[in-house]
T-cell receptor, first 114, second 111 residues
Framework: DGGITQSPKYLFRKEGQNVTLSCEQN?????MYWYRQDPGQGLRLIYY???????QKGDIAEGYSVSREKKESFPLTVTSAQKNPTAFYLC?????????????FGAGSRLTVL | QQQVKQSPQSLIVQKGGISIINCAYE??????FPWYQQFPGKGPALLIA?????SEKKEGRFTISFNKSAKQFSLHIMDSQPGDSATYFC??????????FGSGTRLLVRP
């Protein structure tokens, strides 16, 4: 089955530690996205990538970093600079970067900072 | 200008009733309005979408009503079922990469 796989599903981190969330897709989609979801705030865009080796900041990129070395993979690193990292993180992809914004989402990763 | 305002925050409906969720936007450049459905612990999934050249789109029990002049759109769920209990997000985008999401509505359909 084609889709997006996010791992781990749950992650606990101590303050001051960096963590990396994995996102892998086998949909052959060009564009990939990272969103953060907090209760009552909808989904906010962290980073997006329209093509391999290229990515742009979204609305809340501070304290996060990404890489796009392969078309299938778009890992997100939550750094110690992120002030309030506890959240549900969603990875998404889109077939055509210039096409309609029809996003396919992964099942998410829940990060809790202890 | 970039916001999409969604209401209500939560909604309780009896089985068989009609669920209505409303969204409003300001940016007249928006030309694509999807609704996403999210079950607990899962990622959102596209439910139904509309473009502003039509005033209504229906797919099964789900209908989007769109009012371009008022810059509002809404999701109607007819004959609501307990399996429809989920969080619903409206969204909007223009020709850019970006999808702007509403804050979400948690729907509970009681048996």
């Amino acid at each position: 089955d084609g889709g997006i796989t996010q791992s781990p599903k749950y992650l606990f981190r101590k303050e001051g530690q960096n963590v990396t969330l994995s996102c892998e897709q086998n949909l052959n989609h060009d564009a990939m996205y990272w969103y953060r979801q907090d209760p009552g705030q909808g989904l906010r865009l962290i980073y997006y990538s329209q093509i391999v080796n290229d990515f742009q900041k979204g609305d809340i990129a501070e304290g996060y970093s990404v890489s796009r070395e392969k078309k299938e993979s778009f890992p997100l690193t939550v750094t110690s600079a992120q002030k309030n990292p506890t959240a549900f993180y969603l990875c998404a992809s889109k077939a055509d970067p210039s096409g309609a914004n029809v996003l396919t989402f992964g099942a998410g990763s829940r990060l809790t900072v202890l | 200008q970039q916001q999409v305002k969604q209401s209500p925050q939560s909604l309780i409906v009896q089985k068989g009733g009609i669920s209505i969720i409303n969204c409003a936007y300001e940016n007249t450049a928006f030309d694509y309005f999807p609704w996403y459905q999210q079950f607990p612990g899962k990622g959102p999934a596209l439910l139904i979408a509309i473009r502003p050249d039509v005033s209504e789109k229906k797919e099964g029990r789900f209908t989007i009503s769109f009012n371009k002049s008022a810059k509002q759109f809404s999701l109607h769920i007819m004959d609501s079922q307990p399996g429809d209990s989920a969080t619903y997000f409206c969204a909007a985008s223009d020709s850019s990469y970006k999808l702007i999401f509403g804050s979400g509505t948690r729907l509970l359909v009681r048996p």
